[in-house]
């Protein structure tokens, strides 16, 4: 992975690909870019014609001449200036839109174990901001920056040709106080980034907040919370008043020094020359004009160079992002998977992170149409070996193998293909029930959905729901129980007739009627297939082949129900404490 600092070259070639569609809108953004800059600098030229040449001769028609050109060059470079803009935004966007795409449907694709390191609002939230500075970064910022660098080129150019003393008075001054200024306004900068900070504690607070509000009312911390965002926004105001009284102090005192002082300064120096005629009255007006179209880029100069800035680095951020190996590249089997004798683990150790062994020396296997459960406290190890045996890691040391191959070189997707998974945290697509079943797989013919739903026994509750299996989930199935959500991943895995269902019991309680439901539903929809379930409710763990004992990531007993009653102290204490109905666990 291009952890290091790379070159510039690097990631021009990564945006390549991003531009390369667009490249006669970057081109004639640019193009239109240059002759605005260009005809910038004109205007005030045609009206030192007209003072220097025309009034004295008193030539009307060519003052005519020259005030109808006046007005054509700012009609043109109004008009350009509109068509750069319009160009380079419309670039801009069309460059952002493909980088979200393309981000997204990267991270789609990367392997499980990235996001364990990735708090998943972050992420979202800096993609977000990222690809905003980046699209500010193709319109606005390069259109003032580099608009304004050509510009002041340009006049640069023009005043010397004109009057290079005084340019070259006056020049080195400029400079001075532009560098002064950034010293201020990398200072002023310090406190924009602490309020960029308190707004992020803020929104961070009100995202937490609003996502819990159920409980704030419910252990009624109203008053609490609003004091909270009080002191937090308290906080943030006190910074942001002392930053506008700073920033807009120090903007007016150069203002004045620039709208002022230069022009008396540049009247002072030109006017005797004037006099003794070795100057033209037109370029003292060129020059007042320049430094007043100058005034505005040249203070915003040192913001706009920190914004470009930033906006490398979230560009930098979103193409590596782009970079980062997918699922394909690093599990690069090939075999395809067939799985008719048995999964087995050997001596299996594995970590999330370096050498934080959370599976240790675990071996078992699940032979074809056996029924296999996983038990123990929480933390032990039970989520991680369905995630193992899903493939979505590779183990550290010993093998998981299928027949005998190890999964490492099977084609993942195809060995996926054959497994039923029901999750802890059910996850439901945003969409309809029936694309929730099938899985937008349009193979699946929607008889065999409305089976797998009566198979699960949910048809009584579709035809409760308005447009039926047409009806849509709102967001991550908050519209549906939890026991409903089960049973509509049962009829996702019946609807595909995996051959082997893995099921991790969620912890929270489903009512008995359900919990009973869904233990026939098991046996009848189930029967014959090849099922590894994590159980929490011991009742669905009772007929099992065999049961795992998992503690502290090690298998430290395992046997029947019988057997273990007789030889396991822990499932013993188990078995009793949800016999008492003492806990849920
Ligand atoms: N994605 C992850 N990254 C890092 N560590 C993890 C990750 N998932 C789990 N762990 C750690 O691995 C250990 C085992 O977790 P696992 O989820 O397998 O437990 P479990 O037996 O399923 O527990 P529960 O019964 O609460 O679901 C825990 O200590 C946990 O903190
Ligand atoms: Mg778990």
């Given at each position: 992975?291009?952890?290091?600092?790379?070159?510039?070259?690097?990631?021009?070639?990564?945006?390549?690909p991003?531009?390369?569609?667009?490249?006669?809108?970057?081109?004639?953004?640019?193009?239109?870019?240059?002759?605005?800059?260009a005809?910038?600098?004109?205007?005030?030229?045609?009206?030192?014609?007209?003072?220097?040449?025309?009034?004295p001769?008193q030539?009307?028609t060519?003052?005519?001449?020259?005030?109808f050109?006046?007005?054509?060059?700012?009609?043109?470079?109004?008009?350009?200036?509109?068509?750069?803009?319009?160009?380079?935004?419309?670039?801009?966007?069309?460059?952002?839109?493909?980088?979200?795409?393309?981000?997204?449907?990267?991270l789609l694709?990367?392997?499980?174990?990235?996001?364990?390191?990735?708090?998943?609002?972050?992420?979202?939230?800096r993609?977000?901001?990222?690809?905003?500075?980046?699209?500010?970064?193709?319109s606005?910022?390069?259109?003032?920056?580099?608009?304004?660098l050509?510009?002041?080129v340009?006049?640069?150019?023009?005043?010397?040709?004109?009057?290079?003393?005084t340019?070259?008075?006056?020049?080195?001054?400029i400079?001075?106080s532009?560098?002064v200024?950034?010293?201020?306004?990398?200072?002023?900068?310090?406190?924009?980034?602490?309020?960029?900070?308190?707004?992020?504690?803020?929104?961070?607070?009100?995202?937490?907040?609003?996502?819990?509000?159920q409980?704030?009312?419910?252990?009624?911390?109203?008053?609490?919370?609003?004091?909270?965002?009080?002191?937090?926004?308290?906080?943030?105001?006190?910074?942001?008043?002392?930053?506008s009284?700073?920033?807009?102090?120090?903007?007016?005192?150069?203002?004045?020094?620039?709208?002022?002082?230069?022009?008396?300064?540049?009247?002072?120096?030109?006017?005797?020359k004037?006099?003794?005629?070795?100057?033209?009255?037109?370029?003292l007006?060129?020059?007042i004009?320049?430094i007043y179209?100058m005034?505005?880029?040249?203070?915003?100069?040192?913001?706009?160079?920190?914004?470009?800035?930033?906006?490398?680095?979230?560009?930098?951020?979103?193409?590596?992002?782009?970079?980062?190996?997918?699922?394909?590249?690093t599990?690069?089997?090939?075999?395809?998977p067939?799985?008719?004798?048995?999964i087995?683990?050997?001596?299996?150790?594995?970590?999330?992170?370096a050498?934080?062994w959370?599976l240790?020396?675990?071996?078992?296997?699940?032979?074809?149409?056996?029924?296999?459960?996983?038990?123990?406290?929480?933390?032990?190890g039970?989520?991680?070996?369905?995630?193992?045996?899903?493939?979505?890691?590779?183990?550290?040391?010993?093998?998981?193998?299928?027949?005998?191959?190890p999964?490492?070189t099977?084609?993942?997707?195809?060995?996926?293909?054959?497994?039923?998974?029901i999750?802890?945290?059910?996850?439901?697509?945003?969409?309809p029930i029936?694309?929730?079943?099938?899985?937008?797989?349009?193979?699946?013919?929607?008889r065999?959905?409305?089976e797998?739903?009566?198979?699960?026994?949910l048809?009584?509750?579709?035809?409760?729901?308005p447009?039926g299996?047409?009806?849509?989930?709102?967001?991550?199935?908050?519209?549906?129980?939890?026991?409903?959500?089960?049973?509509i991943?049962?009829?996702?895995?019946l609807?595909?007739?995996?051959e082997i269902?893995?099921?991790?019991?969620?912890?929270?309680?489903?009512?008995?009627?359900?919990?009973?439901?869904?233990?026939?539903?098991?046996?009848?929809?189930f029967?014959?297939?090849?099922?590894?379930?994590?159980?929490?409710?011991l009742?669905?763990?009772?007929?099992?082949?065999?049961?795992?004992?998992?503690?502290?990531?090690?298998?430290t007993?395992?046997?029947?129900?019988?057997?273990?009653?007789k030889?396991?102290?822990?499932?013993?204490?188990l078995?009793?404490l949800?016999?008492?109905?003492?806990?849920?666990?």
């Open positions: 992975m291009p952890e290091q600092k790379q070159k510039l070259s690097y990631y021009l070639r990564l945006l390549y991003f531009i390369k569609k667009d490249k006669g809108l970057l081109f004639f953004g640019l193009f239109a870019m240059l002759v605005t800059s005809l910038r600098l004109v205007d005030p030229l045609i009206l030192a014609l007209i003072i220097d040449q025309s009034i001769n030539n009307m060519e003052m005519l001449r020259y005030g050109m006046f007005i054509g060059v700012v009609l043109v470079s109004g008009l350009l200036s509109y068509l750069q803009i319009v160009l380079l935004s419309r670039l801009g966007i069309k460059i952002i839109t493909k980088f979200k795409g393309d981000v997204f449907s990267h694709k990367l392997p499980v174990g990235w996001f364990n390191k990735q708090p998943v609002g972050e992420l979202i939230a993609v977000e901001s990222d690809s905003e500075r980046v699209k500010v970064l193709f606005d910022l390069s259109i003032t920056i580099v608009g304004n050509l510009f002041f340009g006049v640069f150019i023009v005043l010397l040709i004109r009057d290079a003393t340019t070259l008075l006056i020049m080195p001054i400079v001075i532009i560098v200024y950034s010293y201020l306004f990398k200072y002023i900068s310090k406190f924009f980034k602490q309020i960029r900070e308190k707004y992020a504690i803020i929104s961070a607070k009100i995202t937490d907040y609003v996502q819990g509000m409980m704030i009312q419910a252990l009624n911390q109203e008053k609490r919370v609003i004091e909270d965002l009080r002191v937090a926004s308290k906080d943030k105001q006190h910074v942001e008043i002392r930053t009284f700073i920033e807009y102090g120090v903007q007016s005192v150069f203002m004045f020094v620039f709208n002022v002082l230069f022009v008396v300064l540049v009247i002072m120096i030109t006017a005797p004037i006099i003794a005629g070795v100057a033209t009255l037109g370029t007006i060129v020059f004009q320049y179209r005034v505005w880029p040249l203070m915003h100069l040192s913001e706009n160079v920190m914004q470009m800035q930033r906006s490398f680095v979230s560009l930098k951020r979103i193409l590596e992002l782009t970079t980062l190996q997918t699922e394909d590249e599990f690069t089997g090939t075999v395809e067939s799985f008719d004798r048995e087995r683990f050997e001596n299996v150790s594995f970590a999330y992170e050498e934080d959370v240790q020396d675990v071996s078992f296997s699940i032979p074809k149409g056996k029924k296999i459960a996983l038990v123990g406290p929480s933390g032990s039970k989520s991680t070996t369905i995630s193992l045996i899903c493939g979505f890691y590779h183990v550290q040391k010993g093998s998981i193998t299928v027949d005998g191959v999964i490492r099977m084609n993942f997707r195809a060995w996926r293909k054959k497994i039923g998974l999750l802890q945290d059910i996850f439901l697509f945003p969409g029936l694309e929730n079943v099938r899985v937008y797989n349009d193979s699946v013919d929607p065999i959905v409305q797998a739903i009566s198979v699960v026994q048809d009584e509750f579709i035809k409760s729901l447009e299996l047409d009806t849509e989930l709102a967001e991550r199935g908050q519209n549906v129980s939890q026991g409903e959500k089960q049973l991943s049962f009829a996702r895995a609807a595909f007739d995996s269902i893995i099921m991790d019991e969620a912890t929270a309680s489903i009512d008995p009627q359900t919990e009973a439901r869904i233990q026939r539903t098991m046996n009848r929809a029967g014959g297939k090849t099922i590894i379930i994590v159980a929490h409710r009742t669905s763990v009772l007929d099992a082949d065999e049961i795992l004992y998992f503690s502290g990531g090690r298998i007993a395992r046997g029947t129900h019988q057997e273990l009653m030889s396991s102290e822990d499932y013993r204490k078995v009793e949800q016999m008492l109905g003492g806990s849920d666990e």
